[in-house]
């Protein structure tokens, strides 16, 4: 199984048995009866995207890929990425110590840190990564490669990670969320992808964060309960899987 995931599937917070793919494989071990062997690949949707993921597909020859399209990538609006913008080569460094404190689980998860960062996006706002439209587009060029192979199940996961901590950022998070989900799920419907998405807002409340972008345990275990239920659907095997998923979640496979 090749997991095109997120830093939610290699978070250092949590065990590694904790953590969605682990979960998955578990699942779909004791269900198949065989070995899952999974190979995770942090992606990000720079314009080699699509090329990127057919390197892996031809070096892995995986049976299954989880694709894992993060509403981080365009959704986080980041303090230090705008100052960067702002100021250029001068914004490097700056930009540069920003970033790493927020990577630092000691320093990120830190109260007095976390207010300092409420203020600083208050006053100078963020950007984000990646635009909805250039998330859209080389999403959509990596599901085609990957349903282009045959013999090969792909499920595409949308929407886990990324609690917006202002009110006016989580207006504008949700609303690209919705654009971006309108585009995949009618994308996997097309193609007969296993789809799963949770659009419910309130999701984040349930699951908890560690940092506002990584799920604790509960939200770990129920994305790898949910991914293994449609991988084993698409396999046509039975499930005795019992998860949050509903029917609405997974794309009519036709």
């Known amino acids: 199984m090749l997991r095109l995931g997120s830093s939610n599937d290699v978070f250092p917070g949590l065990p590694e048995e904790d953590l969605a793919p682990a979960v998955c494989a578990r699942i779909l071990e004791a269900t198949l009866g065989e070995t899952v062997e999974t190979s995770v690949r ?7 995207f699509a090329e990127r993921v057919r390197g892996w597909l031809a070096r892995h020859e ?20 705008r100052v960067e913008r702002w100021l250029g080569r001068a914004g490097a460094p ?9 990577a630092s689980p000691r320093i990120a998860y830190n109260r007095p840190f976390q207010a300092l960062r409420r203020a600083c996006y208050r006053f100078v706002g963020g950007d984000t990564n990646f635009t909805t439209d250039e998330v859209i587009a080389r999403s959509t060029a990596v599901i085609r490669s990957i349903v282009a192979r045959e013999g090969v199940v792909l499920v595409v996961r949308h929407c886990d990670g990324g609690k917006p901590f202002e009110r006016q950022y989580h207006a504008r998070s949700w609303r690209r969320r919705r654009k971006v989900d309108a585009a995949l799920r009618s994308l996997c419907r097309d193609l007969h992808v296993p789809y799963l998405s949770n659009m419910d807002p309130t999701i984040e409340g349930s699951d908890g964060y560690f ?3 990584h799920l604790q345990r509960d939200g770990q275990r129920r994305v790898g309960e949910e991914e293994a239920a449609a991988v084993l659907a698409a396999l046509g095997s ?17």
């Open 62 to 81: 995986p049976d299954v890929v989880i694709l894992r399209v993060a509403p981080y990538w365009y959704t986080y609006e980041s303090v230090p990425l």
């Open 94 to 102: 700056i930009a540069t110590a920003g970033t790493r404190a927020a």
């Open 211 to 213: 940092d506002g972008v």
């Open 42 to 48: 942090a992606t990000w949707p720079t314009d080699d």
């Open 238 to 254: 039975a499930a005795p899987v019992h998860t949050a998923a509903s029917a609405e979640n997974v794309a009519d496979r036709g």
